[in-house]
């Protein structure tokens, strides 16, 4: 299947800086990829939806200004957590689609994902 | 809105026998798919099978199966013989045309562990 990477797996930054996610499509084109968040035990909750050449789609209650994404390619998109604080350490996960692939519910695939600890 | 429901959160299986994870969910989409997910301690969702609204048949993808009843709106999956590997954390998902295909609604989640 279709191969998603997400850089770094783990990062431990000081309150106060920023850390930038990368998530890259490596055999396939992704004009849409996904950012999700999940807390320990529970289950992954959608950030936001980043789209090639334009502004990402914000799901309700999550901070525009905290998490900045980009999308600048079609096989990579970045988010920056800003100006972290403890309580933005969790587990970021990236996915994208293979469109091309011409069905409609096909799978999304998932990067390895990225455990954020801000000390 | 889409709601995925999965009541269980933990199970517990002897290696090599069968196990049924469930699955409910809710939507008025007119036609979606329905997927599950294996999640290991490392993190990483691992795509194990789909299963289509107007699909006819159950879905299979080796030891994995679906479970799916339509007018219960249920999409149970089924592991045959348990392996000590497939101890993780299993998700339902559900995408459909109302969210033009792309928005997943995840469930809570099981846990199920493989005893030898």
């Known amino acids: 299947g279709a191969v998603v990477s997400q850089h770094p797996s783990r990062v431990i930054c000081k309150s106060g800086t920023s850390v930038k996610i990368e998530c890259r499509s490596l055999d396939f084109q992704a004009t849409t990829m996904f950012w999700y968040r999940q807390f320990p035990k529970q289950s992954l909750m959608l950030m936001a939806t980043?789209?090639?050449?334009?502004?990402?789609?914000?799901e309700q209650g999550v901070e525009k200004d905290k998490f900045l994404i980009n999308h600048a390619s079609l096989t990579l998109s970045t988010l920056t957590v800003t100006s972290a604080h403890p309580e933005d350490s969790s587990f970021y996960i990236c996915s994208a689609r293979d469109q091309a692939l011409g069905r409609p519910f096909t799978e999304a695939f998932f990067g390895q994902g990225t455990r954020l600890t801000v000390v | 809105a889409q709601k995925i429901t999965q009541t269980q959160p933990g199970m517990f299986v002897q290696e090599k026998e069968a196990v049924t994870l469930d699955c409910t969910y809710d939507?008025?989409?007119?036609?979606?798919?329905l997927f599950w997910y294996k999640q290991p301690s490392s993190g990483e969702m691992i795509f194990l099978i789909y299963q289509g609204s107007y699909d006819q048949q159950n879905a299979t993808e080796g030891r994995y199966s679906l479970n799916f009843q339509k007018a219960r709106k249920s999409a149970n999956l089924v592991i045959s013989a348990s392996q000590l590997g497939d101890s993780a954390m299993y998700f339902c998902?559900?995408?459909?045309?109302?969210?033009?295909?792309?928005?997943?609604?995840f469930g809570s989640g099981t846990k199920l562990n493989v005893k030898p």
């Open positions: 939507t008025s989409d007119p036609s979606y798919g």
């Open positions: 998902a559900m995408r459909g045309v109302r969210d033009n295909f792309n928005k997943f609604y």
């Open positions: 980043s789209n090639e050449g334009s502004k990402a789609t914000y």
